[in-house]
């Protein structure tokens, strides 16, 4: 069985641009949540999306947004980028049985210049 | 609250055991996950423990919970510099299907 795949895995975009990262779950999982790795904040939570609705979110700004597609592939979408949003986002995915095990990709390394 | 802590670092000799510790506050999770990041790579889960054991033994980790104290710990028996990575603490939160992690303890290993 495959596992979380992450597109792409490094990217470099310039402050003000807009960029969308890419998830594609476990086969048969459909739950997909989104992490944002930071040196000095850890492992911080940013939304979960079930069935295609966003289901949990963590506390971030509205620049960044999600969605999850029927075939329970994901896209998050952060706009107007800042230095600050540098980091590795990491998608994960459950099939929300076994609690909420959940399985992570190798990350999307985004550095904003 | 939510909340997971976790000590930032830890190095021990190769050959010797490596104890890492994690508190928690949610007393009402169900499963507690530890999780391992090598260098430029995304979360290995290792093993997870359900709320209602006090412990799990695979191969050469031992994951100890004292539901109690909110105390768990992952023990890894005669640590590999290959085990040099960081390792997380997580619980999943019932019912919100939520997993909080903490900080997370680089571990160093001495050849």
């Known amino acids: 069985k495959a596992g979380v795949t992450q597109t792409p895995r490094y990217l470099i975009k310039t402050r003000g641009q807009q960029v969308t990262l890419s998830c594609s779950p476990i086969s048969g999982h459909r739950s997909v949540s989104w992490y944002q790795q930071t040196p000095g904040q850890g492992l911080q939570f940013l939304f979960e999306?079930?069935?295609?609705?966003?289901?949990n979110k963590g506390n971030f700004p509205g620049r960044f947004s999600g969605r999850q597609f029927s075939n329970s592939r994901s896209e998050m979408n952060v706009s107007t980028l800042e230095l600050g949003d540098s980091a590795l986002y990491l998608c994960a995915s459950s099939d929300r049985v076994s609690g909420n095990t959940i399985y992570f990709g190798e990350g999307s390394w985004l550095t904003v210049v | 609250g939510e909340d997971v802590e976790q000590s930032l670092f830890l190095s021990v000799r190769e050959g010797d055991s490596s104890v890492i510790n994690c508190t928690y506050t949610d007393s009402s999770s169900t499963y507690l996950y530890w999780y391992k990041q090598e260098p430029g790579a995304g979360l290995q889960l290792l093993t997870y423990?359900?709320?209602?054991?006090d412990m799990k033994q695979d191969q050469r980790l031992t994951v100890l919970l004292n539901k109690k104290d909110k105390h768990l710990s992952l023990r890894i028996a005669d640590t590999q510099t290959g085990d040099s990575a960081i390792y997380f603490c997580a619980e999943s939160i019932t019912g919100g299907f939520k997993t909080i992690f903490g900080a997370g303890t680089r571990l160093f290993v001495k050849a």
């Open positions: 423990i359900f709320s209602n054991m």
């Open positions: 999306y079930f069935s295609e609705t966003q289901r």
